[in-house]
């Protein structure tokens, strides 16, 4: 709970703004992808209005995004701390997750107050009735961006060269994850490379996540269990290796 508190007041502690940075980020992102995916590229978002669908998509995008990049460095950041005293070195990727859960929050208090707007105007939208598993993809998202994180922080721990690609290599994430179309937009315009999307757990999330909020799309029981079983799978192959470099770290960091 320490280090939860840590993340969540000394971040923002010093600048002007200070939580509202948690606000401004995803309203501006999604005006943008609404101008230039929506807009100018042309894609289209059914009946859904097309920025509440970016709303939806990137808010629970960024909490994935936030666990994988806080994540992702522990070793680095935190090498005066484990230095100093022993306690299990996997507290501190777990906390990120959980103070990411105030950020999420957040913006996610946003989304409902503009999906109430939009309601109010007309817009044709409806809650899924299996609204209720909205908290469990939330979960799938924090354990998948910690399972990520703690491979990649070990990876970083001796190729310094992965924390310069975590950032790209999370934008390139975005483009193949449905974030800003639908799933069944990429089968229709370039089959031949649908495949991508499709083995894509983060895709199956965010579809199901826009399911479920705004009624757009389609839910794939398989392709959760598919998701399920993925976020499983790399939460312990990134667990064994953070354990297993926790006991050698301090000499390479």
Do not use: H
Request: hydrophobic fraction near 55%; aromatic fraction near 16%; proline fraction near 4%.
């Amino acid at each position: 709970m320490l280090f939860v508190k840590r993340d969540v007041v000394t971040v923002y502690k010093q600048t002007v703004l200070g939580p509202l940075w948690y606000l401004i980020q995803p309203l501006l992102t999604s005006v943008m992808f609404t101008l230039i995916f929506n807009t100018v590229a042309g894609i289209n978002t059914g009946t859904t209005p097309p920025f509440l669908f970016n709303l939806a998509s990137i808010t629970i995008w960024n909490y994935f995004t936030s666990c994988l990049n806080d994540t992702s460095d522990t070793f680095k950041k935190n090498a005066s701390i484990f230095g100093k005293v022993y306690f299990p070195r996997v507290i501190m990727p777990i906390s990120v997750v959980v103070s990411n859960l105030l950020k999420f929050g957040i913006q996610f208090i946003i989304f409902i107050v503009f999906y109430i707007y939009f309601y109010c105007k007309g817009a044709d939208i409806s809650l899924s009735f299996l609204v209720l598993l909205f908290p469990l993809l939330v979960v799938l998202m924090g354990v998948l961006g910690l399972g990520l994180g703690m491979f990649i922080s070990s990876l970083v721990t001796k190729y310094r060269d992965f924390t310069y690609l975590i950032a790209f290599g999370v934008q390139l994430l975005m483009y193949i994850s449905a974030v800003v179309y639908p799933m069944s937009l990429i089968q229709e315009k370039i089959p031949g490379y649908g495949w991508v999307v499709r083995y894509n757990p983060l895709a199956y999330i965010v579809e199901t996540a826009r399911y479920l909020l705004l009624g757009v799309g389609e839910v794939s029981a398989l392709g959760l269990a598919y998701t399920v079983v993925v976020t499983i799978a790399v939460f312990f192959v990134g667990l064994l290796f953070f354990n297993k470099t926790e006991k050698r770290f301090i000499d390479t960091v």
